[in-house]
């Protein structure tokens, strides 16, 4: 029996290449959640393969399940919050799309929060009668555990679980955090717990994280260096763009290779312009290819865009890099040492490609 009138939950869930999941989790929240009146609200980041279809094909027959479909931006977070703020719910949950986490765990944290006790039910895999047995790989747990430890430092509540993608609160929390929320990554509840301006008060709900049935897993080592890059924008209040940020611990990386070109030429018998030149094409390059799959992973460059930005890419840093070769040679001419003439010349040109590649480069669509 589907009930009518407006729900008084929404379960939230970002989804990439979930179509085979979609079925067998909307079956599942039915069993988990029978007498409630309920909705799930399923945003979907244009999956190529037919995600949003299944969605809509359940959606004809059970009013109940929603989709959103995004085009042209990609991210857990930011998903998650238009969702959030597309439902009129008094009480929000979220949780992946890939089965793993376990439903029947949701009126325990549903009526933690409904009842006003706690401003935030975090289902936690680190708590007594919780596991993370489902992560499918020991990589995989050196990844989360790590991220753990360093979130544990940073916030407060000290959640056992704050890099968990599944938890609810009521809407009126959500709503007051959310102009403050960052958007950019896949923790958002990392960036819920960050931006609350006040402890929010949070009980944990021990569940088993699950083996994926179907699709494959999203946590890699990209999506951990923004995690850490999220950590140090929250760190510092925000006064840098997450974006800068990124791109400026990429431009150090490529301040390392144009060194390291530097240093080969140097010993080769190589002029010094002849060798800053050389490092600067170098790691041009490198940085364009991390930043196309790091700092603008929502706007990632394909096919012949792909070559098409490289090339803007190194005009724009070839701007930057004219001073870049002109300062650091003043430098050497007044005697000052190759390395220090180097990065003198880098830092001189983050900014500006910072600014011209955000609104060149990468564009948003």
Known sequence: MIPAGSPDISIVVPCYREVDNVGPLVAALDRALAGRAWEVIFVDDDSPDGTIGAVRALAASDPRVRGLRRIGRRGLSSAVIEGALSSSAPVIAVMDGDLQHDETRLPQMIDAVAG?????????????GGTA???????????????????????????????????????????????????????????????????????????EFRARLAGESKLDV????????????????????????????????????????????????????????AGMLVSTAANFWLNNVLTYRDRRLRGPRLWWGLALFMVVCGIG?????????????????????????????????????????WRAR
């Open 222 to 277: 990209l999506v951990m260096v923004q995690f850490l890059a999220m950590l140090v924008d929250r760190a510092t209040g925000g006064m840098l763009p997450l974006r800068f940020l990124a791109f400026a611990a990429i431009g150090a990386v490529g301040v390392l290779v144009n060194l390291a070109v530097l240093f080969i030429a140097r010993h080769l018998g190589g002029g010094f312009v002849d060798g800053q030149t």
């Open 133 to 207: 047995a489902g992560l499918s790989s020991p990589w995989r747990h050196r990844l989360s555990e790590g991220g753990i430890g360093l979130a544990r430092a940073l916030i407060r509540p000290k959640l056992t679980d704050p890099m968990s993608g599944f938890f609810a609160l009521r809407r009126e929390t959500f709503d007051t955090l959310a102009p403050r929320l960052s958007g950019h990554g896949f923790k958002i509840l990392l960036d819920l717990v960050m931006s609350a301006p006040v402890p929010l008060r949070a009980i944990e709900i021990p569940f």
């Open 116 to 128: 006003g006790g706690y401003d935030i039910a975090v289902g936690s895999r680190h708590v007594d």
């Open 321 to 361: 890099g004219l001073a870049n070769i002109g300062i650091a040679s003043m430098l050497v001419a007044a005697h000052h040492g190759w390395t220090a003439a180097a990065l003198a010349g880098a830092l001189m040109s983050v900014v500006w490609n910072y600014a011209v590649s955000s609104t060149l480069v």
